[in-house]
């Protein structure tokens, strides 16, 4: 850690130099203005100007790649806060066939963003989305809430043979991708520019890690959904053919994944504790049952045996990725004060 030695200028106004390396790194000079930030427990930080620019931009040159990996350096580049995304093929040349076609897939997969100027050479797309518009609170809220729909429907259609339900629950998933890059793009941007960590609910930038573990467990949690999902459509008569009291339990399971998932959450966000220490005790309750509704099931074949097993194994993860984030939520509230919880 490298120490400044701090100066009198005026009677009130005190000074410290900035150091030469990251001036020259940020090409900040003499007369430049800097934006500073008072954070809790006596931080400063000191931002240059080109941090605090919201109209960044990049070029992505679409020669030598793929159609795919054009897609994922335009979700990378709208990840990292990007506010216009340049695709570009080489000099003299003209963009193929699939590298526009890859714009327009990502366009569709990320929340406000659109193409703004296509030339045959060149497509300019921007990100409309204003971060002042979104917490990250609402935004984790949002993606559980949209992963336990998910499950519901799907859960529900193997239920009553419903392949339309379960159609339903797999379109909800390109909703829940475009929550979870969102929560990304913002949670990158709230990490380069502390100014907008408050813009997006926090009062500083200690919970971001924790809310980007968290947001890719639900995320994750979103795809067991979408797996459970996939059975119905796949399976004969679009159900398990099991027994009503299996079924029911099955069922019953959901119920309690469900409960488990979006107190996790709720611990998070509201830096709960107590919450935490709920979410464990629910967990432990179920944490064998899918060893037990599997012991229970009557004699079938491998077939039906082994997609049983699968929305079972679907609903137990899920369970665990809820206890992820309840471990996550933990760290956050014993970083607050609280009735129970006093720093010094």
């Known amino acids: 850690m490298e120490t400044r030695k701090v100066q009198r200028l005026g009677p009130s106004t005190l000074a410290m130099t900035l150091p030469a390396e990251w001036a020259h790194a940020h090409d900040v000079e003499k007369g430049d203005e800097v934006s500073l930030r008072v954070g809790d427990k006596g931080a400063l930080t000191v931002m240059p100007e080109s941090v605090t620019s919201e109209e960044s931009e990049a070029v992505i040159s679409a020669t030598g790649f793929d159609a795919d990996a054009v897609e994922r350096a335009i979700v990378g580049e709208y990840v990292l806060g990007r506010r216009i995304i340049h695709v570009e093929a080489a000099e003299g040349e003209t963009l193929e066939s699939a590298h526009i076609n890859a714009v327009y897939n990502a366009e569709s997969q990320l929340m406000g963003l659109g193409v ?4 045959p050479e060149s497509i300019a797309i921007r990100c409309s989305v204003d971060p002042e518009d979104f917490t990250l609170d609402n935004l984790l809220e949002r993606l559980e809430s949209t992963g336990s ?3 519901n429907e799907a859960i529900k259609a193997l239920a009553h043979g419903n392949p339309d339900l379960a159609q ?3 379109n909800r998933e390109r ?3 475009k929550i979870f890059v969102l ?4 949670t990158f941007t709230a990490f380069q520019n502390p100014n907008l960590a408050r813009a997006v609910g926090l009062d500083d930038g200690f919970p971001l890690i924790g809310y980007r573990a968290i947001a890719k467990n639900l995320e994750l949690t979103a795809d067991n959904a979408e797996d459970i999902a996939e ?16 079924m029911r339990r099955i069922r019953e399971f959901t119920d309690q994944v469900d409960e488990i998932t979006e107190l996790a959450v709720d611990a998070a966000v509201g830096r709960e504790f107590d919450t935490t220490i709920e979410v464990r005790e629910m967990f432990a309750t179920i944490e064998d049952r899918e060893q037990e509704i ?3 099931l009557p004699e079938m074949d491998n077939d039906r045996l082994l997609q049983v097993r699968e929305v079972l194994v679907s609903l ?5 990725y809820a206890v992820r984030n309840a471990e996550i939520a933990t760290n956050l509230s014993l970083n607050e004060e609280s009735d129970r919880i006093a720093i010094s």
Not at 116 to 119: G, S
Not at 231 to 240: M, N, T
Not at 316 to 320: E, I, K, L, S, V
Request: hydrophobic share 40%; proline share 0%; glycine share 2%.
């Open 231 to 246: 059975i119905v459509i796949e399976a004969d008569e679009h159900s398990l053919n099991v027994d009503s009291g299996t």
């Open 116 to 119: 703004i100027e296509e030339t």
């Open 294 to 296: 599997l012991a229970d």
């Open 183 to 186: 929560l990304l793009r913002l």
């Open 175 to 177: 909703q829940a991708n």
């Open 168 to 170: 339903r629950a797999l």
């Open 149 to 151: 729909t998910m499950r």
């Open 316 to 320: 137990q993860q899920t369970a665990q």
